[in-house]
């Protein structure tokens, strides 16, 4: 990648990741060329934040496809129109089926509202609050055919309080979200975080373990 990577975005919902994206980017931290933010659901209110941030948008509605293979396909070619170095899930709450996935073998992103490889799926704050962790909080990482299961690359901790019901503890880690995918996504941007398929590497070395963003030390991260 010699210019600016480019980037599609992925989004179903509200679209708050995608927020913490543009304003990086806004800010200069974030040295990539925003292609597309695509949704799967029509009106879906990241693609205003996007439009506000004169980006193109697209709808490729999963309901109008009969399977899943039908739509994977129709959702590559909308990305693949945009020939993006870089795919990021911000909020995209469907299944992507194997041939997507290996179609994009290396540059596919996502956040996960947990700390990986705990509680993969849906309701992830509830379920936390459930099982009486103390820690729960998000992970940003590639994407393989394994539901929630590609290597871990930056996570962020929060503590859970005892009082906490699921909303209060999703905007906690929300708030953490937020910081952790533009690092992520610059430091792929940078060259600096690169996939195989297989193993991770962060400064060309192969990263064995997500790395930790530390609540109160940014600049420990972002060097
Ligand atoms: C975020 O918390 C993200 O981690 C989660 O959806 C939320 C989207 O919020 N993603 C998943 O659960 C993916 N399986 P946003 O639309 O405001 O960014």
Not at 74 to 80: F, K, N, Y
Not at 155 to 177: I, N
Not at 187 to 199: I, K, P, V
Request: glycine content about 8%; overall charge negative; hydrophobic content about 45%.
């Amino acid at each position: 990648m010699t210019s600016a990577p480019g980037v599609v975005v992925l989004v179903s919902g509200r679209g708050s990741n995608l927020q913490a994206l543009l304003d990086a980017h806004q800010r200069g931290e974030l040295p990539v060329r925003f292609r597309a933010v695509i949704s799967n659901r029509p009106g879906a209110p990241a693609l205003e934040r996007a439009a506000a941030a004169g980006i193109a948008t697209e709808t490729v509605d999963h309901r109008g496809f009969e399977d899943q293979g039908a739509f994977d396909r129709a959702l590559m070619t909308a990305i693949d129109r945009h020939a993006p170095d870089l795919i990021v899930l911000a909020g995209f709450m469907r299944i992507l089926g194997d041939g997507f996935i290996a179609h994009y073998r290396d540059r596919l992103l996502n956040i996960h509202p947990s700390l990986l490889p705990e509680f993969r799926g849906l309701h992830t704050h509830r379920r936390a609050i459930e099982a009486g962790v103390r820690e729960h909080g998000a992970t940003v990482h590639f994407v393989t055919a394994e539901l929630d299961g590609g290597p871990a690359v930056l996570q962020a901790r929060v503590p859970v309080h005892p009082e906490d019901d699921a909303e209060r503890l999703a905007e906690r880690v929300r708030a953490r979200e937020h910081r952790i995918y533009p690092l992520a996504v610059r430091w792929f941007a940078e060259g600096r975080l690169r996939f195989d398929g297989t193993t991770v590497f962060f400064d060309g070395e192969p990263l064995e373990q997500p790395l930790v963003d530390p609540p109160e030390s940014r600049d420990a991260l972002v060097t």
